[in-house]
């Protein structure tokens, strides 16, 4: 089998990265989290005191942003400057400034840089916004997770809790809905389905169905099905 790509796209708490884990657990191929990188941008900016919605301000301090990814034990782990922020980047408060970032076209075209080169020599399966609209065009596979926004809430909550973070339901119901708006809003490759995309509504779906469906269909594509 040669290299093959899987672009799993959609909004915040769809299921996307306990999905694509999974499925790189599954098949063996690397998982690249692309929310990672604009979490680690904002991480970066924020902690110089500058507000993500500042264009002018992130574009004083890109130059200064060395990000690497690296591949630990099937893993992705970020490092921002040498630094190992893969945890940190975790919070609410850095998924909403990374969703204020990546409405800036250069830092954009700067991570989408990465993220291809990341694929361009192994097979992976990567999750974000719009990676089978813009990133990987020619993916082989291409999904669009979504779920109801009170499911979606408490998983986030739920994810929070077991880092020992306790929230409150209907304020993180309230910053998923900011977090849609923001995202697919956007000027600048906004979140949407792909139109060859397969869409798959995760409500009440269970992790591993959600992943068999998506193998299936990779397998399928493969010319592989048994
Ligand atoms: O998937 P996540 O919650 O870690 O992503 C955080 C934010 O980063 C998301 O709200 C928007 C931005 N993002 C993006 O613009 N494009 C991507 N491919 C991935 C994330």
Do not use: W
């Amino acid at each position: 089998m040669g290299i093959f790509a899987i672009a799993i796209d959609g909004p915040a708490g769809s299921g996307k990265t306990t999905v694509a884990k999974k499925i790189s657990e599954t098949m063996g191929i690397i998982y690249i989290d692309t929310g990672a990188m604009y979490r680690a941008v904002a991480y970066y900016c924020m902690e110089k005191g500058i507000n993500p919605k500042d264009e002018a301000g992130v574009l004083s301090v890109l130059p200064e942003i060395s990000l690497k990814i690296e591949i630990k034990d099937n893993r992705q782990l970020i490092f921002l400057n040498g630094e190992d922020v893969t945890l940190k980047i975790r919070t609410q408060e850095i998924g909403k400034g990374a969703s204020d970032v990546g409405t800036i076209l250069k830092v954009r075209e700067y991570l989408v840089d990465m993220q291809r080169e990341l694929a361009r020599k192994q097979s992976v399966v990567m999750d974000g916004r719009d990676i089978g609209t813009n990133v990987l065009p020619g993916a082989e596979v291409k999904v669009y997770l979504f779920a109801d926004v009170g499911e979606r809430a408490e998983r986030r909550l739920n994810e929070l809790r077991l880092m020992g973070i306790e929230s409150d339901i209907d304020e993180i119901k309230k910053q998923i809905i900011e977090r849609d708006e923001n995202d697919m809003g956007r000027k600048h490759n906004p979140l949407k389905k792909a139109e060859d995309a397969i869409e798959i509504d995760t409500t009440r779906m269970t992790v591993d169905d959600v992943c068999g469906e998506i193998i299936e269909i990779t397998k399928k594509r493969l010319g592989e099905a048994k």
